[in-house]
């Protein structure tokens, strides 16, 4: 997936990204259950992107699978997204 133009376009994109506009970025995301090509691209390089700075994601993503059920906050103090309740 990591070589595909899309994703890479996604990726350069976020990699601009400040970390609070990231997580603005996944919680446009939540609710939404519609599926295409591109949504996987798009989901796989913003978890990258969190990976990528060292970010915790594993209260949204197991590895295989990205959660969108909630909205998420950056915990700085602890470095790690945090689910809203």
């Known amino acids: 997936m990591q070589n595909h133009i899309y994703y890479t376009q996604y990726a350069l994109q976020f ?3 400040q970390i609070p506009e990231l997580v603005t970025v996944f919680n ?6 519609g ?3 591109m949504r996987a691209y798009h989901d ?3 978890i990258d992107e969190f990976l990528r700075r060292g970010i915790d994601v594993s209260a949204i993503y197991d590895g295989k699978t990205i959660s969108f059920a909630y909205p998420i906050r950056y915990d700085f103090a ?3 997204l ?4």
Do not use: E, K
Request: proline share 0%; aromatic share 4%.
């Open 15 to 17: 990699a601009g990204m």
């Open 28 to 33: 446009r995301q939540v609710g939404n259950t």
């Open 35 to 37: 599926w295409t090509g």
């Open 44 to 46: 796989q390089a913003l």
């Open 78 to 80: 602890v470095n790690r």
């Open 82 to 85: 945090a689910i809203i309740d």
